[in-house]
């Protein structure tokens, strides 16, 4: 029911930016994260935008790289990834969480989940 997209092929130093949309409900009441998961390692979260206030959670190793931001009106959250890294190649998922608490450490609590969009980060 969430479809990402933005993914691709980028140097190290350069941008990317993921959209997650639905067009199934109302993305307003749900927080929205993103998950990543790289090749041969388990699935980590990576930002979380709450649905009550908009506060915003990252993990350490993309604090002040990455932006997580939602547009209600266009039921739509993105992911602005900037000084991307060779490490951050991954495939990146969206998931969504009625009234959740942006739980990073676990995608068991969020109700949907898209396919998620390979990001690559490569000479």
């Known amino acids: 029911q969430l479809v990402e997209s933005g993914g691709g092929l980028v140097q190290p130093g350069g941008s990317l930016r993921l959209s997650c949309v639905t067009s199934q409900y109302t993305l307003d009441y749900y927080a929205v994260a993103w998950f990543r998961q790289a090749p041969g390692k388990e699935r980590e979260g990576v930002s979380c935008i709450s649905a009550t206030d908009t506060s915003t959670y990252y993990t350490d190793s993309v604090k002040g790289r990455f932006t997580i931001s939602r547009d209600n009106a266009k039921n739509t959250a993105y992911l602005q990834m900037n000084s991307l890294k060779p490490e951050d190649t991954a495939v990146y998922y969206c998931?969504?969480?009625?009234?959740?608490?942006?739980?990073?450490?676990?995608?068991?609590?969020?109700?949907?989940w898209g396919q998620g969009t390979q990001v690559t980060i490569s000479f």
């Open positions: 998931e969504a969480d009625l009234w959740g608490s942006c739980n990073l450490r676990s995608e068991n609590e969020y109700d949907y």
